[in-house]
C-alpha cells in the first residue's frame, strides 16, 4: 500500500487495485474567508484522473469543496466513484450526481463494503455529520478518524470493536475552532493540549503501528480571528510529542509526498517544508470584512425567521429560543434577534449581549443554514464577558439540523437525548464495576 498526500485532510490510500482518495481541498478559502491551507498543494485537477473512488467524510468546506470538484475535468470525474455516509438531507450524493461522477454510492453504515478484491471499507456515521473510515486491505488496516469528536476511551473503544486492530491511525492534531477570545491564551493552549492527550488515548486503544498527524495544516486567515495561530498545534511539535507518549512510529507527509508503508519514513523534509510554512503566517496578508447595510441585514434575518418557522415545531422553537442581543463591531451598535420581532436595533451597550461579531459575518449566518457552523469553525466572533453564547448559537444550531435535513420537534429531542442518556447510563454501570 501506498499514500500519496494530498493535503490537510486529503491524501491517497493506494493499494493496486483501488485509489481512493479522502477529502479533497485543494485550493481557496474556506468557512466564510476564515480559513487558508498552510502549504500548497501539488496534487492539480489533471491528477484527478489517477483516482478510482472519492470518499466526503463530512460537509463542512475543508473537506467537501464544491468549487474544487466543479474545476475537475467532466471526463475525468465520469471515471471516479463517490462514497458517502446516508444522511437524510442528500445534497452531498446529490451534488456530485449533478457534476457528472461516475458513480455515487450510499455506504451501509452496519457492514463492510467490497472496493475491489481484498480491499474493503468501513463508514459510519459520527456527531453532527461527520463520519469516519477504515480500509482493509489484505496487508494493512487504515483507520481515518479525521474530525470525528473520539474524545474518550468509551469512544474510541466503539469504534475498535468493529475495526479490530490498526496498522495506520490518521487523527486530528490541533483545534480548528473558535477557542476562546483574543485575550484567552491559556484557555486556547489547555484545547490545544487536550489534542495531544487525545492523540495519546486513541494510540493507547487503537495500537497502531504508526499515527499520521491529519486535518489540522490550516491557518486563521483574517483579522477576526488571526491571534488564533500564536497557540494552535506546530506539526514539529506534534511530531516529538508522539515520539515521546506513545508507542507508534509518527509520520508527518507534505503535499506531493509518497510513502510505501511497507518501508520506514523520515519525516526530517517534510517537517523542514512545513516549519518553513508556520514562519510564513505573521507576515501573510489577512482577510478584512466587508460592512452589510443594515436594511440587508434586517431582511436576511426576516428569512431566516421564517425558515426556522417552516421547517421545526413551533411550540419547540418557542420553548428553545429566546431573545438574544449581539453587538456588531463595525457598526458599534446593539441588535436584538427574536422569533417574534425579527432583527431591530436596540443600542449601543456592548456588555448586554450574547456575542459580538461583524455584519458580514452574522448575514451570512443569516443566509446560509450551516452558517453558524461556520462561524464556530471560523472562530470570526467573541463573547462578551457576561453573554449567554448558548442563547445565541442555539437559533442557528437548530437551522444546522435543517442542513441535515432534520426537524427539531419532540420526536428529534427523544432520539438526540435518549443516547445520551443510554450512554451515561452504560458509562455509570461500568465504572461501577471497575471499582469492585
Request: neutral net charge.
Amino acid at each position: 500500500m501506498i499514500i500519496e498526500w494530498v493535503n490537510h485532510a486529503s491524501f491517497i490510500l493506494d493499494t493496486q487495485s483501488v485509489r481512493l482518495m479522502t477529502d479533497p481541498w485543494i485550493e481557496g478559502n474556506a468557512f466564510n474567508n476564515g480559513w487558508q491551507l498552510l502549504s500548497p498543494s501539488r496534487f492539480g485537477y489533471d491528477d484527478f484522473r489517477t483516482v478510482s473512488h472519492i470518499w466526503f467524510s463530512h460537509e463542512h468546506p475543508d473537506h467537501f469543496a464544491p468549487p474544487n470538484l466543479r474545476r475537475i475535468p467532466p471526463e475525468i470525474r465520469q471515471g471516479i466513484t463517490v462514497l458517502y455516509q446516508r444522511t437524510r438531507d442528500k445534497k452531498v450524493l446529490e451534488l456530485c450526481k449533478g457534476l457528472g461522477f461516475g458513480s455515487v454510492e450510499v455506504l451501509d453504515p452496519n457492514a463492510w463494503g467490497e472496493l475491489a478484491p481484498g480491499v474493503k471499507v468501513f463508514v459510519s456515521p459520527h456527531l453532527d455529520g461527520d463520519s469516519w473510515m477504515c480500509l482493509r486491505s489484505e496487508s494493512k488496516t487504515v483507520l481515518n478518524i479525521n474530525d470525528c469528536m473520539v474524545e474518550t476511551t468509551f469512544d474510541a473503544e466503539d469504534i475498535r470493536k468493529i475495526v479490530g486492530d490498526v496498522d495506520i491511525l490518521l487523527t486530528q492534531f490541533s483545534y480548528a475552532n473558535w477557542v476562546g477570545n483574543k485575550d484567552d491564551s491559556a484557555f486556547r493552549k489547555a484545547a490545544a493540549r487536550e489534542k495531544l492527550d487525545r492523540m495519546v488515548m486513541q494510540s493507547r486503544v487503537f495500537r497502531p503501528r504508526v499515527i499520521i498527524p491529519a486535518g489540522s495544516y490550516v491557518w486563521f486567515c483574517h483579522t477576526e480571528n488571526s491571534y488564533m495561530n500564536e497557540d494552535m498545534n506546530r506539526i514539529h511539535d506534534v511530531y516529538r510529542f508522539l515520539e515521546e507518549r506513545t508507542r507508534a512510529i509518527p509520520v508527518v507527509l507534505y503535499p506531493g509526498d509518497t510513502w510505501n508503508v511497507e518501508h520506514a519514513h523520515d519525516s526530517s523534509s517534510s517537517l523542514e517544508m512545513y516549519s518553513v510554512d508556520y514562519g510564513k503566517i505573521p507576515t501573510s496578508a489577512l482577510i478584512e470584512s466587508q460592512q452589510v447595510d443594515l436594511a440587508e441585514l434586517v431582511s436576511s434575518s426576516t428569512e431566516f425567521i421564517h425558515r426556522l418557522k417552516e421547517s421545526n415545531d413551533s411550540m419547540i422553537l418557542n420553548l428553545l429560543l429566546r431573545p438574544t442581543r449581539i453587538y456588531l463591531t463595525d457598526y458599534e451598535r446593539t441588535v436584538e434577534l427574536s422569533l417574534r420581532k425579527g432583527l431591530r436595533e436596540v443600542g449601543r451597550d456592548y456588555g448586554s449581549c450574547d456575542v459580538a461579531l461583524s455584519s458580514e459575518s452574522l448575514l451570512y449566518c443569516f443566509r446560509f443554514r450551516w452558517g453558524g457552523d461556520t462561524l464556530h469553525v471560523n472562530g470570526r466572533f467573541h463573547k462578551p464577558k457576561d453573554g449567554k453564547w448558548k442563547r445565541f448559537r442555539r437559533y442557528f444550531s437548530i437551522a444546522s439540523l435543517n442542513n441535515r435535513g432534520e426537524r427539531c420537534d419532540m420526536a428529534y429531542l427523544i432520539r438526540r437525548l435518549g443516547p445520551k442518556f443510554l450512554r451515561g447510563f452504560r458509562l455509570l454501570w461500568r465504572n461501577s464495576r471497575r471499582g469492585r
